[in-house]
């Protein structure tokens, strides 16, 4: 099986120190760093897992680097802060005419709205492939109708919403994760085992490579919801991003 995944990319970094006192010049936190993680995030999440759970592919993805800095407490594993650079005037995706879109089983749109991708472009890939996997921040209009099945989490759900209520053709479509409680498909509610939640960055994208691989060998949309579920929360159990070990999923 051959994937291509399109969408924006970025590296995922995670400093882990400590915080012992303030700056004497302001009431800020010092932050110690002690140790560095780094990871492809984004698109380049999704594509990392995908070829680890043993699919080939291929991706087209920004070339300028975006990169994600977050500073962690390393012993409450909490967030200080995050500090984002790259995102500024993001190049479009161009030349989408020239894709060989037929030599792939299943094209992924990986869509983080950064730029790289518009929804015109998004509407020209779900017309020149019968499978198309679309996980966006963008809010959902007709321009997706084409797509095979949409992820999104609960918030992007709660804010898109209202625009859903027009739209029969989205029912089918639509898979809502909701975190700790699973997802929703067609109003049915998929649950997860209970497990401590120590890291959910990245998380979705763990959860949308495991729904493409699993479709393409079963083309059982809700068994591919439940193994997708399954993969991200082995993820979620470990600190910062992290790629799905097909061993763990025995």
């Known amino acids: ?19 012992e006192r303030l700056a004497p010049a302001a009431p800020v936190p010092v932050f110690v760093s002690r140790t560095r993680k780094s990871n492809k995030g984004m698109a380049g999440n999704v594509f990392e897992n995908l070829i680890n759970l043993g699919l080939e592919c291929d991706i087209i993805t920004n070339k300028k680097e975006i990169v994600k800095t977050r500073f962690v407490d390393e012993g409450t594993n909490h967030m200080i802060m995050r500090l984002d650079s790259g995102e500024e005037n993001l190049e479009r995706i161009s030349n989408l005419h020239l894709i060989p879109f037929e030599k792939y089983d299943a094209i992924v749109v990986s869509d983080y709205n ?63 994760t909701l975190g700790s409680e699973g997802c929703v498909y067609c109003d049915e509610k998929f649950t997860v085992d209970k497990v401590e939640i120590k890291d959910l960055t990245g998380a979705g994208d763990t959860f949308l490579s495991g729904l493409v691989h699993n479709y393409l060998n079963t083309r059982d949309i809700k068994q591919s919801i439940k193994f997708a579920n399954k993969c991200a929360t082995i993820v979620v159990q470990q600190k910062g991003v992290n790629i799905i070990n097909v061993n763990n999923l025995d």
């Open 114 to 176: 950064k730029g790289f991708i518009a929804s015109e472009d998004i509407e020209y890939i779900s017309r020149k492939h019968s499978i198309v996997f679309l996980d966006t921040k963008k809010l959902i209009g007709d321009w997706a109708r084409d797509i095979s099945f949409i992820k999104i989490n609960k918030t992007e759900f709660e804010r898109t919403k209202h625009l859903f209520e027009q739209k029969v053709w989205i029912k089918e479509k639509l898979i809502v």
């Open 1 to 19: 099986m051959r994937v291509l995944v399109i969408g924006d990319s970025c590296k995922d970094v995670f400093d882990y120190g400590f915080c």
